[in-house]
């Protein structure tokens, strides 16, 4: 089993700025996309970002030049820089990442996903 856990959340006012953080852990032979997705009331999950292996970023146009997403792949550790932090960025955000785990008696395949993280924006 591969367990993210992620940090970093909290209320800031708009304009403010938050880092959020994942740290994956368990038998993990490969991370390949590292990602942040959120959730609002009354919404669905949606993409926020993502971070391949080779360091390639995709972006919500929402988030586009606002936000920015990076990795250690030394920590297995993928974090969110957000600024200019507005109130429709309120959400639980969620970590994602897959990659290849070692099994029992063989490598398996994982896509696993954090519990969340609540992210609120006052006007």
């Known amino acids: 089993q591969v367990q993210l856990v992620e940090s970093g959340g909290g209320l800031v006012q708009a304009g403010g700025s938050l880092r959020l953080s994942c740290a994956a852990s368990g038998s993990i032979i490969r991370i390949n996309n590292m990602g942040w997705y959120r959730q609002a009331p009354g919404k669905q999950r949606e993409l926020v970002a993502v971070i391949t292996s080779g360091n390639n970023t995709n972006y919500a146009d929402s988030v586009k030049g606002r936000f920015t997403i990076s990795r250690d792949n030394a920590k297995n550790t993928v974090y969110l820089q957000m600024n200019s932090l507005k109130p429709e960025d309120t959400a639980v955000y969620y970590c994602?990442?897959?990659?290849?785990?070692?099994?029992?008696?063989?490598?398996?395949?994982?896509?696993?996903w954090g519990h969340g993280t609540q992210v609120t924006v006052s006007s």
């Open positions: 994602n990442a897959d990659g290849i785990r070692r099994a029992v008696v063989s490598l398996n395949v994982f896509n696993s």
